[in-house]
């Protein structure tokens, strides 16, 4: 795991390549902790900047970027790819000598025998860039999921990419003009949607898509996307084909030269994943989980009674009021987006790296495949009943008017926004997951571009067809709140400790396995297959009430971490008394105060 940046270019920056490229690599410093390097291309078309956290061949060998032996072809990577002995070994069979025991070698020797395609061969979490100095063109890629984010800049002939937002930032070229998009988009869903960042003109490379640069040209193509086609299956053949699929994606994500710890929050995914590794991997296993004095928050005693069970080495750490507030400017000083979620995993991976850990799995995405959130059935009630009231069309849409300026609660006015539009699924999950209505947003955006028009309301068709509306709520949730927000809150928040995070649950291959069972079997409600596919799962943890990772911040934010969420008068027309809202304010007021300065 570590941080990549680059700028190519025909004849812009080429004076101002060595310092402009490495401003960008020290932002990423804390992304690579272990080594560093940059390629200058010999005509200065071409700079690569790389921070490297050792993983896999910890030697000098794994220096980056990394070139073939002739020189012709650069990479700077990021990520981890899981079957690369696998393709070494095909490779090494068809007549390659490799220097080192690196998967970035693997992927440069591929994409030099296969070009773009290279990527269909590739499972794992990766953001890289290959430029070729003899044709001087450069190809971009991102993995299949997003697990790995990739953000690019383009004006004129020039690309500019990394890791991380505050990189391209730091190359000094991109004006600081809020994004009108990426604005309206966090204030309603909690995160900026990509490909929207919230900086104009700066986009975030779509997951499963590439890029091509070459002579000033961008194009950009998507090489994978998911395929929900129903197969017909027995129960007992889709638990197998769970089980066996999971236990494939766990073994494939223990791959490290360095010992893999894992977060264990209490809930079934993190469970899952411990068990599993108790069945692939001897020796120690080490945990971490966070608790709280609040009982009601608390899941640390279940955490530990898990690790108990499954004979782990495991660290707790009690997170109070005054010690998450003694955290909090750290935090604030990491986000590089801000969202409403982060803030645990900030926490933990604090307490995985400070243990000595370099490399830790997550449960995350275990709800999202396997239908554990509230999502999967209320949205297709919304969309049936929103129907129903579309009959008395214009009625539906005077009282859903109504409820977005008068309601007197967050929910409702997000329900009046789902009566004034189509009711299909994409509606109701902006509704279901909003932070705010259409019309506070349009508001709160106004405070900050107030030059600028305000967007129209969000009408949109419904998804590519899909087999049941199960399946396309949970396209959503993988493509818009796990992938906006989970994913990369953990990406950063990670990284910020030098810290590499991995989530065996959001994989590809288990993904293109698992997803032609029906929605039927594979999101009945509880995440009923997943559970009966691992029966280790002890039943205490399978009947305890799901609560997520989350932390009391409602409760601190009324009292201890008052001070830290004021300064929001400004926004007295808009209901602030859930937390979320009241964090989401003041993270994007503590953002843009620091960017612009």
Known sequence: MCGIAGILTVNQYQEQ???????????????????????????????????RLSILDLSIAGHQPMSTSDGRYWITFNGEIYNFQQLRHDLIA???????????????????????????????????????????????????????????WQSGSALIFASELRAILASRQPALNLSMEGLYGYLTNGSVPEPHTLIAGVHCLNAGHYLQWQGGELTQKQYWQIDFTPEEITPEQAREQVRNALIDSIEHHFVSDVPVGVFLSGGIDSTTVVALARK????????????????????????AKIAHTFDTEHTQFTITSSLGKALFPKYLETIDQPSVDGFNTFCVSQLAREDGTKVVLSGLGGDELFGGYGSFQKIPKMVRLGKKVKAFSPLNIGLGMGLEYWGNSAQIRRIGDFLQDTPNVQAAYRSFRGIFSHQEACRIAHQYLPEKDLPLRQRQHSLMSLPSLEDEV?????????????LRDSDVMSMSWGLELRVPLVDRVLLETIASIPSNLRLMPQKKLLIESIPELPDWVINKQKRGFSFPFQEWIKDEWHECFTGLDSYKDIHLGIWYRRWSLALLKYWWQKVSQ
């Not at 692939?280 to 955490?303: D, R, V």
């Not at 949970?474 to 989970?486: A, K």
């Open 17 to 51: 390549l060595e310092q402009t490229i490495q401003r960008m690599q020290i932002a990423l410093q804390h992304r690579g902790p272990d080594d560093a390097g940059i390629f200058i291309a010999p005509q200065r078309q071409a700079a690569l900047a790389h921070t």
């Open 280 to 303: 692939t991997q001897t020796g120690i296993l080490k945990t971490y989980s966070i608790g709280f004095e609040e009982s009601k928050w608390n899941e640390g005693e279940t955490a």
């Open 94 to 152: 068809q007549g390659e000598k490799f220097n080192s025991q690196t998967d970035t070698e693997v992927i440069l020797k591929l994409y030099q025998r296969l070009g773009n395609v290279c990527v269909q061969h590739l499972r794992g979490m990766f953001a890289f860039a290959i430029w070729d100095d003899l044709e001087k063109t450069c190809f971009l890629a991102r993995d299949p999921l997003g697990i790995k984010p990739l953000y690019y």
């Open 474 to 486: 949970s396209w959503l949730e993988i493509s818009g709140y796990m992938l906006n927000q989970l």
